[in-house]
């Protein structure tokens, strides 16, 4: 079984210019997070899917970001205009309701912002 | 709300030596607690967690962690490190909810444990 991908695994953008993530979760799993890792910070939840709905978003920092789950299967984080402090980790991750609290997370986003 | 704290930024130990890598946790309700991995240039791993029951849990690659709950603590330890153990740690939490719940995990800042030759 796979697990949960991410792309692209590397950015680097200038200041200004938009920047796409993709997650793909684990198949069959219907909960979709999105965390944050900003460099020296702790790790923060920034929204969480429940299949296409939007379950909570209370950790998205503002409205240059979007996120998105169209069918309820992957998602995508847009950053719109990217800004310098929006450079750090981008962690994904799934968990499947019916099997438990376990949550699993993809190799990261690593987004940098000049 | 939930916070976390790892007491430790940094920790270094000697190979074969035992370690053990702080972790608090301060909440109102009660929480399952984590423990994740990430080696370099790879993803969060889970280590091992606690939901309920035995106060003491048992994870993967030999790690095993503590819960108490009059100190509000989640320590995690190992008897004998390997060079494979260089990595970083965090600690984390998560409400127990119902239903749709988000699950949502608050994360420790992470503990660097490099393991010396």
């Known amino acids: 079984e796979a697990g949960v991908t991410q792309f692209p695994s590397h950015s680097v953008i200038e200041k200004g210019q938009t920047v796409t993530l993709r997650c793909d979760p684990i198949s069959g799993h219907d909960n979709l997070y999105w965390y944050r890792r900003v460099m020296g910070k702790e790790i923060k939840f920034l929204l969480h899917f429940v299949k296409e709905s939007k379950q909570d978003e209370s950790g998205m920092p503002n409205n240059r970001f979007l996120a998105e789950r169209t069918g309820g299967t992957y998602s995508t984080l847009k950053v719109q205009p990217a800004e310098l402090e929006d450079s750090g980790v981008y962690f994904c991750?799934?968990?499947?309701?019916?099997?438990?609290?376990?949550?699993?997370f993809g190799e990261g986003s690593w987004l940098t912002v000049v | 709300a939930q916070s976390v704290t790892q007491l430790d930024s940094q920790v270094p130990v000697f190979e074969e030596a035992p370690v053990e890598l702080r972790c608090n946790y301060s909440s109102s309700v009660s929480v399952y607690l984590f423990w994740y991995v990430q080696y370099p240039n790879q993803g969060l791993q889970l280590l091992l967690k606690?939901?309920?029951?035995?106060?003491l849990v048992k994870g993967i690659n030999g790690f095993e962690a503590e819960f108490n709950k009059s100190q509000t603590s989640f320590h995690l330890r190992k008897p004998s490190v390997h060079i494979s153990d260089t990595a970083e740690y965090f600690c984390a939490v998560s409400v127990p909810t119902s239903g749709a719940g988000s699950y949502q995990l608050t994360f420790g800042k992470g503990t660097k444990l490099s393991v010396i030759p």
């Open positions: 606690y939901l309920s029951g035995s106060t």
């Open positions: 991750a799934s968990r499947r309701a019916s099997s438990g609290n376990t949550i699993y």
